[in-house]
């Protein structure tokens, strides 16, 4: 089941978030930065021990002082810039790394739409497909898209209502 959520991921209250991360790991602006003020500096402490990773994959660290229990940071950008083969195989690897983990829910930000500056419509379809390719029983059975502001919420409402 995928649902949207508009607000700051931040405050999700379930067993992961996924932060838009860069391939080093390194927590500094946008969603990154969000998590590194609000979840405290172990999660970079975290980052900096499984770092660099390479962009499309994923890497899994505590959430700190965040109200969800974990953070998959998944390298949509990094040594090369958001593509929607990074968008799709950083998702992927998200979804992978979290059922391998037995976490079943799962909220993600649209990935490398911030600083990286990826079209924001055409990341949703990418990461929906993703994520309906990589669902499977026993898996991460409730992901939430969050859009930060109402019309981000909205386009990811359009998007999973025509995209079978």
Do not use: W
């Amino acid at each position: 089941m995928i649902r949207v959520a508009q607000g700051a991921i931040t405050g999700y209250a379930g067993s992961a978030i996924v932060n838009a991360a860069n391939n080093r790991l390194i927590l500094g602006a946008g969603v990154a930065g969000a998590i590194a003020r609000q979840g405290g500096p172990g999660i970079q402490d975290e980052c900096s021990q499984h770092g660099p990773i390479k962009v499309g994959e994923a890497a899994l660290t505590g959430a700190g002082d965040l109200p969800c229990r974990f953070v998959i940071h998944a390298a949509a950008m990094g040594d090369e810039p958001a593509s929607e083969r990074s968008i799709r195989a950083a998702t992927r690897s998200s979804m992978l790394l979290a059922a391998g983990h037995g976490i079943r829910d799962v909220a993600f930000p649209i990935l490398g739409t911030g600083v990286a500056g990826f079209p924001f419509r055409r990341a949703v379809e990418l990461m929906v497909e993703a994520i309906r390719e990589t669902s499977a029983p026993g898996g991460v059975d409730d992901v939430v898209l969050y859009g930060f502001t109402s019309s981000a919420a909205e386009t990811i409402r359009e998007v999973l209502a025509r995209t079978p």
